[in-house]
């Protein structure tokens, strides 16, 4: 790739102004590369109109989550979805709007919500308010799937690599559309071993036909149509943060014992602390993980697993160090480490270097850069030098893990490639990378990667 000539700096962005020199040129040419999203979900068409604070609830990871919980169980979205009366009488008896708001109104005071309003705002050709951004949002989405897709196509996403199993219950038909929507972008799916968890686990049979099941389903979403229709490219796990540290387990002893005392305790989960419950099961599903390793192994594909990030109050926050992944990286069977290929999510966000370092250690294990990419923002340039330090850049993938609202995959593709650039720069100018080395780096951390990691044509 050529060098571009120096530029006159006088009538650029603000952002781009005040950059070095240099900076220019390799954002130029990494801002024009195509997007991989190595881990992101299904957007609907749900939110084609919102409110303010809707939006906020609905992009934001301290809100759409927790919010339910924080009522009893059911409350939340009656009142949501209810008429005038009901949200009323349920707003009375619970103080929902008045936490609800609380908690968004903390969220907008945010600066990555600030940040997000100005960049939408450029997009959008709108005033930099909220409230004036969510309208011109709302007056796109009378033709919502072309406004999704104008977000996809302005960032240059050509694949996506969808888990399916958080898609808020949508079916076959949703998942589809969704698909249809964003092209010419590219989906291959992936499933989650918790998708088959939830369709055995409530069911009154023995262990031995349980284990059948299991495996039936497991072997349809590698190699059948099991997912939706369609076949798995790799799998994901969400482990981690229900057991913290991950033992293989290939004893089937213990696996049916759990699973008996699942079936004893089943109708006693719902009054259960987390961690109760997670104990419960926990040899069983160490048990499932183990044989769909065992699959990804044979078919040499990936196995994301769930790592950093949080995702309170459903989940255990401590459980999440990413060194509780390395009896997992390492897969030792007859004293033999067998190494299949591990992809911890999230770039194990906060504990990026440990993340990092695994990654470095074991060359099986890959570094993925979601919810770091975009929640962190302008950090990330600190945080992308910090992987670089000691992750090959054959192994970084670019991720989103998009959820909910399309505008998530845009800014994590807008502020990515921005603060990509801007940490490539760094290394030009130190020396440690030529020009063409950095442009080169760019295009395997945004899509050559992942398509070698996954096959893809």
């Known amino acids: 790739m050529k060098r571009k000539p120096e530029n ?11 950059q070095h020199p240099e900076f220019l040129n390799i954002f130029e040419a990494v801002n024009d590369l195509p997007i991989d999203d190595t881990h992101c979900h299904i957007v609907t068409d749900r939110d084609a109109f919102t409110t303010p604070q809707r939006f906020l609830e609905r992009m934001s ?10 009522f009893p169980a059911g409350v939340y979205d009656r009142w949501l979805n209810g008429d005038e009366a009901t949200r009323h009488d349920l707003d009375k008896q619970f103080g929902i709007q008045n936490k609800v708001g609380g908690i968004v109104g903390d969220i907008a005071q945010s600066v990555f919500v600030k940040f997000l309003v100005k960049e939408l705002a450029q997009f959008l050709g ?18 919502y799937w072309a406004y999704v897709s104008s977000l996809l196509r302005d960032v240059n996403y050509e694949n996506v690599m969808v888990d399916t ?7 076959a038909a949703e998942i589809d559309r969704y698909e249809e929507s964003i092209l010419p972008c590219r989906t291959n799916r992936l499933a989650r071993i918790e998708m088959i968890q939830k369709e055995l686990f ?3 049979i023995t262990f031995d036909e349980y284990e059948q099941r299991y495996m039936a389903r497991l072997l349809d979403l590698l190699d059948g149509d099991g997912n939706y229709g369609k076949k798995s490219y790799g799998m994901k796990s969400y482990l981690l943060p229900y057991i913290g540290l991950i033992e293989p387990l290939y004893d089937r002893g213990p696996a049916r014992a759990s699973w008996q005392a699942l079936r004893g305790s089943f109708h006693k989960i719902p009054s259960m602390d987390r961690q109760s419950e997670y104990n419960l099961s926990k040899d069983l599903r160490r048990y499932n993980f183990t044989l769909a ?18 995702e309170a109050p459903s989940v255990i926050l401590r459980n999440q160090d990413p060194f509780y992944l390395e009896e997992v990286c390492r897969f030792d069977r007859d004293n033999v480490m ?3 290929k591990i992809i911890p999510l999230h770039a194990g966000y906060p504990s990026v270097g440990k993340a990092a370092w695994l990654s470095h250690l074991y060359p099986n294990c890959y570094f993925e850069l979601s919810i770091m990419t975009p929640f962190v923002h302008q950090s990330l340039f600190q945080r992308y030098m910090q992987v670089m330090e000691v992750v090959p850049l054959s192994k970084i993938l670019f991720a989103s893990d998009a959820f909910h609202i399309p505008e998530l995959y845009w800014l994590a593709g807008r502020w990515g490639k921005r603060y990509l650039a801007k940490a490539l720069t760094e290394h030009v100018v130190g020396g440690s990378l030529g020009f063409e080395e950095a442009i080169e780096a760019a295009g395997m951390i945004l899509h050559k990667n992942n398509r070698s990691l996954y096959k893809l044509g």
Not at 8 to 18: C, E
Not at 61 to 70: H, S, T, V
Not at 165 to 171: D, H, R, T
Not at 293 to 299: G, Y
């Open 61 to 70: 990871l301290a809100a759409f989550d927790p919010i339910p919980a924080y």
């Open 126 to 143: 709108c005033e930099p308010k909220l409230e004036t951004v969510i309208e011109a949002r709302n007056e796109r989405g009378k033709n």
């Open 293 to 310: 390793l065992e699959e990804c192994l044979k078919r040499d594909i990936p196995m994301q697993i769930h790592t950093g990030d949080g």
């Open 8 to 18: 006159n700096f006088d009538h650029l962005p603000l952002f781009l102004s005040k």
């Open 338 to 340: 067998r190494m299949p």
């Open 202 to 204: 409530p069911l009154d």
């Open 165 to 171: 199993g958080y898609a808020e219950g949508c079916g």
